[in-house]
Each structure stands twice: as C-alpha cells, then as structure tokens.
C-alpha cells in the first residue's frame, strides 16, 4: 500500500498537482506509517500476553496445618513466573488473559495425619487429592491436575481443606501455564 501512495504522489506532482494535494498524500503516507507501527506494537503485546507460565513450591520445611477452617496454601519460592500471573505473597493465580491453562499441584504430608488439598477456581472446587492417616506410613505424596477455561481476571488457587496438614517443602507444587488465547467471554460447550 506504501508503494501504491508513493506512486500516486508522484504522478500527481509531475500531474500538475496543487500543494494542497501534495500535503494530503504526504498525510497519507505519515498515516500509513503510524498504522503500521500500531500492528507492529500489538503484535508484540500479543506475543507477550501468550506467555503465561509459573511453577512455586511451598517452602518452610515445616507441616502446615491442621487448621479449623479452609485455608488458601501459599507458594512463596517462586520457581517460574513468565507473565507474573501468580502472586507468591497470596498463593493466587489470576489470569491475565482469556485462554484454556493447564494447572498441576503435588503435595508431600506426614502419614500419620490426613491431607487434602483441593484446586479452585474462583472459589469453586475443580479436583481434589487426599490420604487418609496411616500408622503404618511414615509420609504420604499425592496431586492432581485440571486444565481450564478461564476468562480475564478469573482466580485459581489451591486450599488446605480444614482439619487436614501438608508439608511445606520442595514437594509441596503448584505449577501452571496458558495453553490457547481464547476470546473474553466465549464458552465451549461439549458436543
């Protein structure tokens, strides 16, 4: 299109053109400059927003929980975090753009006591993985993973099911990454 507007500035100069439309075409060719510099930009924008990957493990070397209530199990060594999607000070991960995301959590607990963790997305259970107590098993290690659907904003996370305990160690992950952009707001339904 650039050759095309040159071309016809040109001809228009030696056409017996007015300065007016000499700085009309000018115009022109500055527009068509900008507006390539414009999808230049968003491709880049788009090509950074397809990044979107985190891996954190729960560090302390301590057992977490029992607790009386629910509570939301915080990843604070950040092993990966491309798109800083997933906040280390909350344990939460919130999508920056629209798009199916692959979630994986690995939890690592002493035996003698029952461990659950459960996936959520916006506060909604997605899967689970548990142990019951043994005295006979002296650690337990279990997980789960769920890809998702989710939308702009939508929160994911793991929770620590009331009453149950984990070990905050290197084998305690959350880990997750976006797979497709999809569009805000679309939904696929099963055939």
């Given at each position: 299109?650039?050759?095309?507007?040159?071309?016809?500035?040109?001809?228009?100069?030696?056409?017996?053109?007015?300065?007016?439309?000499t700085?009309?075409?000018?115009?022109?060719?500055?527009?068509?400059?900008?507006?390539?510099?414009?999808?230049?930009?968003?491709?880049?924008?788009?090509?950074?927003?397809?990044?979107?990957?985190?891996?954190?493990a729960?560090?302390?070397?301590?057992?977490?929980g029992?607790?009386s209530?629910?509570?939301?199990?915080?990843?604070?060594?950040?092993?990966?975090?491309?798109?800083?999607?997933?906040n280390?000070?909350?344990?939460?991960?919130a999508?920056?753009?629209?798009?199916?995301?692959?979630?994986?959590?690995?939890?690592?607990?002493?035996?003698?006591?029952?461990?659950?963790?459960?996936?959520?997305?916006?506060a909604?259970?997605?899967?689970?993985?548990?142990?019951?107590?043994?005295?006979?098993?002296?650690?337990?290690?279990?997980?789960?993973?769920?890809?998702?659907?989710?939308?702009?904003?939508?929160?994911?996370?793991?929770?620590?099911?009331?009453?149950?305990?984990?070990?905050?160690?290197?084998?305690?992950?959350?880990?997750?990454?976006?797979?497709?952009l999809?569009?805000?707001?679309?939904?696929?339904?099963?055939?």
């Open positions: 299109m650039r050759m095309n507007l040159t071309i016809l500035l040109f001809v228009s100069l030696f056409c017996g053109s007015t300065l007016a439309e700085e009309v075409f000018s115009k022109l060719i500055d527009l068509e400059n900008r507006l390539k510099e414009s999808e230049t930009q968003i491709e880049e924008m788009k090509n950074k927003a397809t990044n979107i990957i985190f891996s954190a729960a560090v302390g070397g301590d057992a977490f029992p607790f209530h629910d509570t939301v199990l915080v990843y604070s060594r950040v092993i990966t975090n491309v798109g800083n999607a997933y280390y000070d909350t344990g939460i991960f999508a920056p753009v629209a798009g199916f995301y692959y979630f994986t959590f690995f939890y690592h607990a002493g035996g003698e006591k029952r461990s659950k963790l459960s996936l959520i997305q916006n909604d259970v997605v899967v689970q993985s548990s142990d019951h107590s043994s005295t006979n098993d002296g650690a337990d290690n279990g997980g789960n993973a769920a890809f998702l659907q989710l939308q702009k904003g939508d929160q994911v996370y793991v929770r620590l099911v009331a009453g149950r305990h984990v070990w905050r160690s290197d084998f305690t992950t959350f880990s997750g990454f976006l797979i497709k999809v569009e805000q707001d679309s939904v696929v339904t099963a055939i």
